[in-house]
């Protein structure tokens, strides 16, 4: 005896698939200071952010001039840890650079 039924009760069984949302990104910037040598700050991109010393010294100018530049676009969680490891880093050197993070 079987189990199998050919009757005209079939059933459709239908998934929604959700969609998958893309994270927030966030800027890291780094803040212009009259004491963090240039030569610190862009072995800091470079080592922290995979720059090369070309970008990183456009990154430290723009620093310089504007105030403040950006490093790199990342989501939230990076952003942040990023951002910790680089202030660390600046005051365990002996620096008073600053990064911060804001929304993309």
């Known amino acids: 005896m079987s ?12 998934k929604t698939r959700k969609k998958l949302q893309e994270p927030d ?3 890291i910037i780094l ?3 009259d004491f ?3 030569e610190f700050v862009v072995d800091l991109i470079c080592k922290f ?18 105030g403040f530049g950006v490093c790199g676009v990342y ?10 490891q680089v202030n660390q ?8 650079l600053k990064c911060r993070i804001e929304r993309n």
């Not at 989501?75 to 910790?84: F, G, Q, R, V, Y």
């Not at 880093?89 to 008073?96: E, Q, T």
């Open 89 to 96: 880093y600046a005051r365990s050197n002996g620096h008073p």
């Open 49 to 66: 952010f995979s720059k090369s010393a070309e970008d990183a010294t456009t990154i430290m100018l723009n620093i310089h001039h504007e």
């Open 3 to 14: 189990n199998f039924n050919s009757g005209d009760d079939t059933q459709t069984v239908s």
């Open 31 to 33: 803040l212009n200071d």
């Open 36 to 38: 963090t040598p240039m």
């Open 25 to 27: 990104f966030y800027k």
């Open 75 to 84: 989501p939230l969680d990076i952003a942040e840890t990023k951002m910790n």
